[in-house]
T-cell receptor, first 114, second 111 residues
Framework: EAAVTQSPRSKVAVTGGKVTLSCHQT?????MYWYRQDTGHGLRLIHY???????EKGDIPDGYKASRPSQENFSLILELASLSQTAVYFC?????????????FGPGTRLTVL | QQKVQQSPESLIVPEGGMASLNCTSS?????YFWWYRQHSGKSPKMLM?????GEKEEGRFTVHLNKASLHTSLHIRDSQPSDSALYLC???????????FGKGTHLHVLP
C-alpha cells in the first residue's frame, strides 16, 4: 500500500519562529501536495510539486514556502510562523496530476503557534 | 474561483439506516468527483470516484453523478457506527488541473 510519512506529528512553535514540516513518500509518485485543514474549511492546497527541484503555488501559498529536493521528499517551511497558521497539515502524493488519480495522505502534523 | 458545496454539514442516522450526502460544483468544467472519508484524528482516504453520469456501487456505498446539474451524492446503506466520520467531496477541473475540496459532511451513526 502507498506510504506517506510526515514529521513531526505534532509541533508547538512561537510566533515569528521558523517551522519546517517534512514529508516522505515511498510510492514512487511524481506529484506531492501540502494541504492545511481547519475546522469548517475542509482541505486547502498550499503548495504542490510534480518534479524534484520544482514547486508550484496552490490556493493559499502566502506565508509558506515549499522545497522538493528529491522525488521522495517534500517540505513545507513557515519562515515567520503566525497564530493564523495553527492548523493540521497534510502531505499527499499521487501518480498523476491532481484530480486524475487518487491522492494518498500522510498522517498529518498538528501545528500550534503560540 | 471554483467552489464545492456539501450538504448537510452534519447528519445523524441510526445504525442500519441509510445516509445520503450531497455535493455540488459551482464550475461546469468538472471532470471527476471524488469522495474521501476521514475518521477523527486520521487522514483522508479515498472511498470512491466518478466521472460518468449514472451510478457506481461498491459494497454498501453508492455514488450518483448528474453532470448536467453538477451534482453528486454518496449513499451509505446499512450504516454502521464505524462509518461515523467526516466525508469530503472533491472535484477536479479540466481547465485548472486542480482539485477543490468541499468543507465536508460530519456523519454520526448511532448504535
Amino acid at each position: 500500500e502507498a506510504a506517506v510519512t510526515q514529521s513531526p506529528r505534532s509541533k508547538v512553535a512561537v510566533t515569528g519562529g521558523k517551522v519546517t514540516l517534512s514529508c516522505h513518500q515511498t510510492n514512487n509518485h511524481d506529484y506531492m501536495y501540502w494541504y492545511r485543514q481547519d475546522t469548517g474549511h475542509g482541505l486547502r492546497l498550499i503548495h504542490y510539486s510534480y518534479v524534484a527541484d520544482s514547486t508550484e503555488k496552490g490556493d493559499i501559498p502566502d506565508g509558506y514556502k515549499a522545497s522538493r529536493p528529491s522525488q521522495e521528499n517534500f517540505s513545507l517551511i513557515l519562515e515567520l510562523a503566525s497564530l493564523s497558521q495553527t492548523a493540521v497539515y497534510f502531505c499527499a502524493s499521487s501518480d498523476a496530476r491532481q484530480g486524475y488519480a487518487e491522492q494518498f495522505f500522510g498522517p498529518g502534523t498538528r501545528l500550534t503557534v503560540l | 474561483q471554483q467552489k464545492v458545496q456539501q450538504s448537510p454539514e452534519s447528519l445523524i442516522v441510526p445504525e442500519g439506516g441509510m445516509a445520503s450526502l450531497n455535493c455540488t460544483s459551482s464550475d461546469r468544467n468538472v471532470d471527476y468527483f471524488w469522495w474521501y472519508r476521514q475518521h477523527s484524528g486520521k487522514s483522508p482516504k479515498m472511498l470512491m470516484s466518478i466521472f460518468s453520469n449514472g451510478e457506481k456501487e461498491e459494497g454498501r456505498f453508492t455514488v450518483h453523478l448528474n453532470k448536467a446539474s453538477l451534482h453528486t451524492s454518496l449513499h451509505i446503506r446499512d450504516s454502521q457506527p464505524s462509518d461515523s466520520a467526516l466525508y469530503l467531496c472533491a472535484a477536479s477541473y479540466t481547465n485548472a488541473y486542480k482539485v477543490i475540496f468541499g468543507k465536508g459532511t460530519h456523519l454520526h451513526v448511532l448504535p
